[in-house]
């Protein structure tokens, strides 16, 4: 099972040379030069086991639909290794408002879940305390349930087939699959010091919650692995 967060969008990276990989990692193709996260991608997916590889990554939600993408994402629909999308709330990192989502990827899916994909709209699932995002308990473990449950739960998750993504040009945006609900947040002033105290305090149970949603995802019932 690979972990990842490569660093989002990075724009000075070396193109040419990835374009002409020794390794044979670019077998989606070459990435903008504005944008490696699929570089990144192609070489955690080069990395996995060819039947019981795994793979959780966390990215900016842009990689699910942006144009100068959708080749590559065209490609990686066509190796069935994309098992789930899962889209989190906005404010879990410290200074910044962006949602992010979690790519998980699997080399050998079970046979219920071949051809298809489970999309997540986890953006609600969160608690907001002060200034700060975080994930509880509760939230991880509806997130959890569903990814094993791997079916349609209204507002929240639904499983679409390859085919039906196709149909959306390789577009893997969650609100194409999931009908998505916004919830609003209200801002309060705070001194410097309760600032720096709530970010100590925030960044270390977004941490451990992250790690907790994490390692759930590894403790997927064997069964599902003989399934197959």
């Known amino acids: 099972m690979i972990l990842a967060n490569p660093p989002y969008s990075i724009k000075k ?20 030069q504005g944008r490696a996260d699929y570089a990144f991608l192609q070489h ?3 990395s996995l086991k060819p039947k019981t590889g795994r793979c959780s990554i966390l990215f900016p939600h842009g990689v699910l639909f942006r144009d100068e993408e959708q080749a590559m994402r065209e490609k990686l629909l066509d190796t069935d290794f994309v098992e789930c999308v899962l889209g989190l709330g906005p404010n879990l990192f410290y200074g910044s408002p962006m949602e992010a989502c979690i790519l998980i990827c699997r ?3 079970p046979k219920a879940r071949k051809d298809k994909v489970l999309f997540i709209n986890a953006v609600n699932e969160v608690t907001r305390e002060r200034s700060q995002s975080f994930l509880k308990p509760d939230h991880i473990e509806r997130i959890i349930n569903a990814y094993r449950a791997f ?7 639904r499983v679409a087939t390859r085919e039906e993504i196709r ?3 390789a577009n ?4 194409l699959y999931v009908k998505t609900t916004g919830a609003g947040t209200t801002a309060t002033r705070e001194t410097l010091a309760q600032a720096i105290a709530d970010w ?6 977004l941490i451990l919650s992250l790690d907790s949603l994490i390692a759930k995802l590894e403790e997927v019932p064997a069964r599902d692995r003989d399934a197959r």
């Open 200 to 205: 100590r305090s925030s960044s270390q149970q």
């Open 167 to 169: 149909t959306n040009h």
């Open 44 to 46: 955690i997916l080069a």
């Open 107 to 109: 080399t050998g899916k």
């Open 172 to 175: 893997l945006n969650i609100p």
């Open 13 to 32: 990276w070396d193109r040419a040379k990835w374009d002409a990989d020794p390794y044979g990692r670019n077998t989606l193709g070459t990435p903008p």
């Open 151 to 157: 079916k349609d739960e209204d507002g929240f998750c």
